[in-house]
């Protein structure tokens, strides 16, 4: 009697181990939230690419997604629609093609996925198809603000901006910036040149060159091109304003500030949806009103107190909604 009760309860122990590693394994399964990000240039390009990898490493930090797979590089636009393809077939929660240029893929691929969630940036558009979110930054804000710095920290009253193509995120900080320059100095003297490319580093240095040139002693770029503009601001000893990502690191004497892109403010919200069925179908834009955009100063820079208070007086006019 006594070795059947022990036997008994060897097995009622073993059964309740099993139901636990069982248990275990559904809550794991049912808690991981899996995301692919497609995009166009390097995952450290301290630019656009960064910006989105910096966010979805911040996700994982927190727990709210549980893997994160990243295929950067992809600037030929069919090698990004295999990978979202690739992506979208291994079972992945969430897919994010991570460029404007993108969306035609998208457009053809994501109705063949219909239990898939993607997302896509920076833009407004849908398509209409309910398994698809686009996402885009009023970089413009952050444009303005760093323009209305620009103009009061430039000698020279000339000011220049590195421009890639004229579309998307790119755009609006362009003519943010110009805005904000103009606001501060009406009289400034604003040259944009537009390089036609997102990537090319060379034609990035050669407009540079040719802005600093024509007498401006601030500049200001976006893209991922931009380094080769930071390049030659810092020989030639010219102030700089960077945006999407930090870009103090690439020259600590001349980057007065960055406008910073905090994707992970509106991707909780995305992920949160889509664990509630919710697949697409909405349009989300980071703002300093949501804080999914932040001015980061440069600790290295001695930014004057007067300067700096535009700055901050800007910021808050725009999260008042002004």
């Known amino acids: 009697m006594k070795k059947k009760s022990m036997k008994l309860a060897v097995l009622i122990a073993v059964f309740a181990l099993v139901a636990a590693a069982c248990g ?7 808690g991981g939230f899996r995301i692919a990000i497609i995009a166009p240039s390097a995952s450290n390009d301290l630019a656009f690419t960064q910006s989105i990898v910096d966010a979805a490493n ?3 930090e927190s727990g709210v997604v549980s893997e994160v797979a990243i295929t950067d590089g992809t600037f030929v636009v069919d090698d990004a629609a295999v990978a979202i393809r690739d992506y979208a077939s291994d079972g992945y929660d969430l897919v994010i093609a991570h460029g404007s240029q993108y969306g ?3 457009q053809e691929i994501a109705p063949d996925f219909p239990d898939v969630s993607f997302a896509w940036g920076t833009s407004a558009d849908t398509f209409g198809l309910p398994n698809v979110y686009s996402y885009e930054a009023a970089s413009d804000q952050g444009g303005r603000v760093m323009g209305i710095m620009a103009a009061a920290l430039s000698r020279s009253n000339v000011i220049g901006i590195v421009g890639p193509i004229e579309v998307g995120d790119a755009k609006l900080y362009v003519d943010g910036f110009k805005a904000g320059v103009l606001i501060q ?5 604003v040259r944009v040149n537009y ?7 060379a034609l990035a240095s050669e407009a540079a060159n040719s802005l600093i040139g024509a007498g401006a002693d601030v500049l200001s770029g976006t893209a991922q091109m931009v380094v080769g503009a930071v390049g030659v601001a810092k020989t030639e000893g010219v102030l700089w304003f960077g945006t999407q990502a930090n870009q103090t690191s690439l020259a600590p004497e001349i980057v007065v500030a960055s406008q910073v892109y905090r994707w992970d403010v509106i991707f909780r919200e995305i992920i949160e949806n889509v664990k509630n069925g919710k697949l697409g179908g909405e349009i989300y834009s980071i703002t300093f009103a949501n804080e999914g955009l932040v001015i980061e100063y440069n600790d290295g820079y001695s930014l004057p107190a007067d300067v700096r208070k535009l700055a901050d007086d800007a910021i808050e006019t725009f999260k008042s909604g002004g």
């Open 24 to 30: 275990n394994a559904d809550e794991s399964e049912d």
């Open 58 to 60: 911040l996700l994982k």
């Open 104 to 106: 035609g893929s998208l």
């Open 185 to 189: 100095n009406p009289g400034a003297d």
């Open 195 to 201: 390089i036609d490319s997102f990537s090319d580093v």
